[in-house]
């Protein structure tokens, strides 16, 4: 059995991996198959369900989370199976104590997004607009505007919700920590302001004469300062 892992804080580079997955095992002759786990079926029966055929089989598995215990010991008590590809979608870093519960021939392949993006995420806050500014500079050097305001974007939406309920949020405790303590330093006024702001911002690139760049430097000034 071949189980891969595609996980990582860049999910736009994780899931172009996981359309170049599934035109390979395509190709190769795998009929793809997406697990949605529920009530009736385990992801460990739909795998065992595959020993009753002939053809050869690609599992997607959205979500890391769906594996339960049973789950778990299958897969490592018969991953030796030759006529099965696993697949596995992560949108987040999955922690290395997760992993660990896999199999030792998981194929582990992360994308991450640039530390200066996350560098520059971290410095979006009341009254940092100069730094802010300053490295969104650093990065268009090297990565495209339509990544950055798309990070942003999410990241916003990470820190609303940190605000209000930050017990949702699912991610590793020191990633959810940071967030805790930027939303902080929003009041929750001046938060929905940013998200407003920055929801508005591709309509209005479209219809003003600044150019794209300039304009993001001006939403950043309206949401911090």
Request: aromatic share 12%.
């Amino acid at each position: 059995m071949q189980i891969t892992l595609i996980h990582g804080s860049d999910t736009s580079k994780s899931l172009k991996r996981l359309d170049e997955i599934k035109l390979i095992n395509s190709e190769k002759g795998f009929i793809l198959k997406e697990i949605e786990v529920n009530s009736n079926f385990s992801i460990a029966e739909e795998l065992i369900e595959s020993r009753l055929f002939k053809e050869k089989y690609t599992y997607l598995v959205k979500g890391i989370d769906k594996f339960n215990k049973k789950d778990l010991l299958w897969l490592n008590n018969n991953y030796q199976e030759t006529n099965i590809s696993l697949v596995i979608f992560e949108e987040k870093e999955v922690p290395i104590g997760v992993i660990k519960k896999f199999p030792s021939c998981l194929l582990i392949q992360k994308f991450d997004i640039p530390k200066l993006i996350f560098k520059f995420l971290a410095s979006f806050y009341p009254k940092n607009s100069s730094s802010t500014i300053k490295l969104l500079h650093q990065i268009n050097k090297n990565d495209s505007r339509e990544l950055t305001i798309h990070l942003l974007g999410r990241y916003l939406k990470d820190l609303y919700i940190a605000k209000i309920s930050p017990s949702s949020l699912l991610y590793p405790a020191w990633r959810k920590s940071k967030l805790i303590f930027q939303t902080k330093l929003f009041t929750y006024a001046r938060l929905k302001k940013a998200i407003s702001l920055f929801a508005q911002y591709d309509q209005i690139t479209k219809t003003s004469d600044m150019d794209a760049i300039t304009l993001f430097d001006i939403t950043i000034l309206k949401s911090l300062e």
